[in-house]
């Protein structure tokens, strides 16, 4: 099956800096990847989509200047949490569909866990 | 495994018919999640069960979650057009493991 790598799969910052997360699908193209994010016990919620080439569309209520997301090339999409800040501490989760894989299929990374201090 | 696993796979309804999926998992739970993903986006987190409720209500859309059997079930009321979209369940022990969704479609 297709594969999507995070990384990092943890990171703990200060208060103010950025983080940046990166999602990579291993063995297939991928024109669309999401990102979400996940606080304990919760459901997973989309944050935005991100297409290769062109500006990422966000969902209602997500800072596009926080959450910086760049899918630079077909196997590639990374999230910056600008400035972060202690309640952006979550579960950050990011998907692709391939474009050989079965109708609406999502292949989802292992997640980054954002501990911010 | 531990995701969950919608059914039907597929469901063709009219506009104004209600629709019923539903989803079976294996482990013991403290919530489960129901989805939807309209082609080619994002799941979009529809509702949210815990494992101590056994009925929820959103909009037009009840949920029943049965821990004795494992098993919750989606009921969209009234369906429209715009219902039509793949649904899918996950539990906190799903670990981002998605079943293949029920694909339902709804015929104005």
């Known amino acids: 099956g297709a594969v999507v790598s995070q990384h990092p799969s943890w990171v703990i910052c200060k208060s103010g800096t950025s983080v940046k997360i990166e999602c990579r699908s291993l063995d297939f193209q991928a024109t669309t990847m999401f990102w979400y994010r996940q606080f304990p016990k919760q459901s997973l919620m989309l944050m935005a989509t991100s297409n290769e080439g062109s500006k990422a569309t966000y969902e209602q209520g997500v800072e596009k200047d926080k959450f910086l997301i760049n899918h630079a090339s077909l196997t590639l999409s990374t999230l910056t949490v600008t400035s972060a800040h202690p309640e952006d501490s979550s579960f950050y989760i990011c998907?692709?569909?391939?474009?050989?894989?079965?109708?609406?299929?999502?292949?989802f990374g292992p997640g980054t866990r954002l501990t911010v201090l | 495994s531990q995701q969950g696993e919608e059914d039907p796979q597929a469901l063709s309804i009219q506009e104004g018919e209600n629709a019923t999926m539903n989803c079976s998992y294996k482990?013991?739970?403290?919530?489960l999640q129901w989805y939807r993903q309209n082609s080619g986006r994002g799941l979009v987190h529809l509702i949210l069960?815990?494992?101590?409720?056994r009925e929820k209500h959103s909009g037009r859309l009840r949920v029943t979650l049965d821990t004795s059997k494992k098993s919750s079930s989606l009921l969209i009321t009234a369906s429209r057009a715009a219902d039509t979209a793949s649904y899918f369940c996950?539990?906190?022990?799903?670990?981002?493991?998605f079943g293949a969704g029920t694909r339902l479609t709804v015929k104005p």
């Open positions: 482990t013991s739970i403290n919530n």
């Open positions: 998907s692709a569909i391939s474009g050989r894989a079965s109708y609406n299929e999502q292949f």
């Open positions: 069960i815990r494992s101590n409720e």
């Open positions: 996950a539990t906190d022990a799903s670990d981002m493991r």
